[in-house]
């Protein structure tokens, strides 16, 4: 009898997707996180969210999907490459009023 390994590419496949979109919203989850630790404006979550995960996609030994690192140096770099794009802001962080 020959074995079909086309079951077992198709588990690879299913379990390589899995795990890409596990990676995704833990990214966009810690994220979200750090972004209302410092009080970034609500618009802008999903915005940096989708940066961080890019960033982390392509620097994969910073994630440690276990605990979330609240660095503001993200949202900092964040800015820098996109601040330009939101005319709505000066700052991405709220203004704290008393």
């Given at each position: 009898?020959?074995?079909?390994?086309?079951p077992?590419?198709?588990m690879?496949?299913?379990?390589?997707i899995?795990?890409?979109?596990?990676?995704?919203?833990?990214?966009k989850?810690?994220?979200?996180?750090?972004?209302k630790h410092?009080?970034?404006h609500?618009?802008?979550?999903?915005?940096?969210?989708?940066?961080?995960?890019n960033?982390?996609?392509?620097?994969?030994?910073l994630?440690?999907?276990?605990?979330?690192?609240?660095?503001?140096?993200?949202i900092v770099d964040?800015?820098?490459?996109?601040?330009e794009?939101?005319?709505d802001?000066?700052?991405?962080y709220m203004?704290?009023t008393k």
């Amino acid at each position: 009898m020959i074995d079909n390994p086309l079951p077992d590419q198709v588990m690879q496949e299913m379990d390589t997707i899995q795990k890409a979109s596990d990676f995704e919203d833990y990214c966009k989850n810690h994220a979200i996180e750090i972004a209302k630790h410092y009080k970034v404006h609500d618009e802008l979550h999903e915005d940096f969210a989708e940066w961080y995960h890019n960033y982390m996609s392509q620097n994969p030994e910073l994630f440690e999907p276990t605990f979330i690192l609240l660095d503001s140096d993200y949202i900092v770099d964040w800015w820098k490459d996109n601040g330009e794009y939101f005319d709505d802001f000066n700052s991405p962080y709220m203004e704290i009023t008393k």
